[in-house]
């Protein structure tokens, strides 16, 4: 099983829809993030969490949220898709120091 | 965290050593320099990390210059597998990861 579990992999939804992309981890870490890759450029930071009563806003946070559930789990949501939300999301996770642990991704079409 | 700058592409061929370059003139004394690598759109996947001295593990080298304005990662036998977009990154070890700028890293083509 993956360290780093990311639902759903693939979603199409159309403009004004609520979506939500969940994250969990099993490696124990306190510090949790989502990122956003558009074809052909680098990843950039939405929302991070150094633990679970820890929010904060990244480089492109407008037009989404997160709720950190627990130490496990991440979700990231659009409250209202748009089609220039249409990316590919990934999830991560580290500890205080060290490497990033990265989910598959969730592609996400919105139409 | 200080930004970096690498070549947009580069290829070579397979079993040949793959160097992969670097330039990272702002970075401070406390920044860590880290290499990932994703392939095609799957979540990147770390490689290495190294403050001052070269590092080498299963998968790669990192040589690190003495004023550590530039690094080259190296893949010492390129396989086909070893295709893939290289990110270089630089950052300060227990900062969390919220600064890290993911440039668009160097494409890296192994060649039959």
């Known amino acids: 099983d993956a360290d780093v579990t990311q639902t759903p992999r693939n979603r199409i939804t159309k403009t004004g829809k609520r979506i939500m992309l969940e994250c969990s981890q099993t490696k124990g870490h306190d510090r949790m993030y989502w990122y956003r890759q558009d074809p052909g450029l680098g990843l950039r930071l939405i929302y991070y969490s150094f633990d679970v009563k820890d929010i904060n806003k990244g480089e492109i946070s407008d037009g989404y949220s997160v709720s950190r559930q627990a130490q496990a789990k991440f979700s990231l949501s659009l409250e209202s898709a748009i089609p220039n939300q249409t990316a590919l999301y990934f999830c991560?996770?580290?500890?205080?120091?060290?490497?990033?642990?990265f989910g598959e991704g969730s592609r996400l079409t919105v139409l | 965290d200080a930004k970096t700058t690498q070549p947009t592409s580069m290829d070579c061929a397979e079993g040949r050593a793959a160097n992969l370059p670097c330039n990272h003139s702002?970075?401070?004394?406390?920044?860590?320099v880290y290499w990932y690598r994703q392939i095609h759109s799957q979540g990147p996947q770390y490689i290495i990390h190294?403050?001052?001295n070269n590092e080498t593990n299963e998968m790669a080298s990192l040589i690190i210059t003495e004023d550590r304005k530039s690094s080259t990662l190296i893949l010492p036998h390129a396989t086909l597998r070893d295709t893939a977009v290289y990110y270089c990154?630089?950052?300060?070890?227990?900062?969390?990861?919220?600064?890290?700028?993911f440039g668009t890293g160097t494409r890296l083509t192994v060649i039959p």
């Open positions: 190294g403050l001052k």
């Open positions: 702002t970075i401070s004394g406390n920044e860590y």
């Open positions: 990154i630089v950052r300060v070890d227990n900062a969390g990861a919220n600064n890290l700028f």
């Open positions: 991560a996770t580290s500890a205080a120091k060290g490497e990033l642990f």
